[in-house]
């Protein structure tokens, strides 16, 4: 900061620092050699300690971190250079040196269920789990006060700032892509920590009761919306196919005919069964030339008198 304000300005705010603190640059040179010379005699003295105290201070120097773990040692509060050492082991010189061992396995983290409301004002609960794992022991020390904490806060308000952009049905069909961005947002803010998100599962998204049951009516009501339209298409065809049927057999009466059998033999499969057999109107018409009703038979308009003789009963 003195620095930086030296730089931009002229020699009065440099005598002022000056005055302020004690000193300029060449004051603070001072202090970082003699710090360094501090160091080097109780660097010097530590290892006189270890050496006169031989047999007993090894179990203090050596140190032993797991094949999962690395340890990170600061030397007189400066981290030492070289990095985390580990796995296996590792010398700390007794009274200056100072290190936290750091676990670079994967952690589980189960996010506790959410209450969020959408974008489109619905609340809905949501959890899920966040894989993580320290990827730098240094940084995650050096960086952050508490890496596991912070990651998993952040998790947290990631996963309610991610729900609340976007709407339910969004929520519940697009799970794999909102873990996904969820993961890249987390592991971007967990990068400066040392932190590695592998992965991101969205676990559960409960729905208040009563929208369950509105939105299982909706779907009920969809689903038969379409059972009749298939069922409306399926006469359609019908139709058509009969209308066709009807065409052909219309062609030819040979065709009328034989279908009219057709269907007498199906009918006759019992053995007692009474059958009603009308003669077509054309077998009888050249003996009714004289017949005064025979116009009235055309069209259809057909008296029970007039129909008797024409329907001769068989057993
Ligand atoms: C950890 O980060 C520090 C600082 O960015 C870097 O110097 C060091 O190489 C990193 N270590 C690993 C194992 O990536």
Redesign the pocket.
């Known amino acids: 900061m003195s620095t930086a304000i030296i730089n931009g300005h002229n020699n009065s705010t440099e005598d002022f620092t000056k005055h302020v603190f004690g000193g300029g640059p060449d004051n603070a040179e001072k202090v970082v050699e003699e710090n360094k010379t501090c160091g080097k005699i109780l660097t010097v003295l530590a290892w006189g300690l270890v050496v006169l105290t031989m047999p007993f201070s090894l179990f203090v120097c050596f140190k032993v971190v797991q094949e999962y773990e690395r340890a990170v040692i600061f030397r007189l509060g400066r981290l030492l250079s070289g990095?985390a050492k580990g796995p296996g082991i590792f010398f700390i010189l007794p009274c200056i040196d100072a290190y936290a061992r750091v676990d670079l396995r994967t952690r589980t983290y189960d996010i506790p269920p959410q209450e969020v409301l959408t974008k489109d004002s619905v609340t809905v609960s949501v959890d899920a789990v966040v894989y993580y794992r320290v990827?730098?022991a240094?940084?995650s020390i050096a960086n952050v006060e508490n890496a596991h904490h912070s990651t998993r806060l952040l998790a947290q308000t990631t996963l309610r700032n991610i729900m609340g952009q976007r709407p339910l049905h969004e929520i519940l069909s697009e799970r794999e892509s909102i873990s996904q961005h969820m993961k890249a947002l987390l592991d971007e803010a967990t990068d400066s920590w040392?932190i590695n998100v592998e992965r991101v599962e969205i676990k559960d998204v409960r729905l208040p009761v009563q929208l369950q049951r509105a939105m299982a009516a909706e779907a009920e009501a969809a689903r038969e919306a379409r059972a009749k339209v298939i069922a409306a298409e399926g006469e359609q065809k019908a139709s058509r196919a009969l209308r066709e049927a009807s065409e052909v057999i219309g062609d030819s009466p040979a065709a009328l005919q034989l279908r009219y059998l057709q269907t007498m033999s199906k009918i006759c499969h019992g053995k007692f069964s009474t059958i009603v057999f009308p003669i077509p109107l054309n077998f009888v018409t050249p003996f009714m030339k004289d017949f005064k009703g025979l116009d009235l038979l055309k069209s259809n308009v057909v008296s029970d008198k007039n129909k008797e003789p024409l329907v001769p009963i068989a057993q």
Do not use: E, M, R, W
Request: proline fraction near 0%.
């Open positions: 990095g990827s730098n240094t940084v040392g």
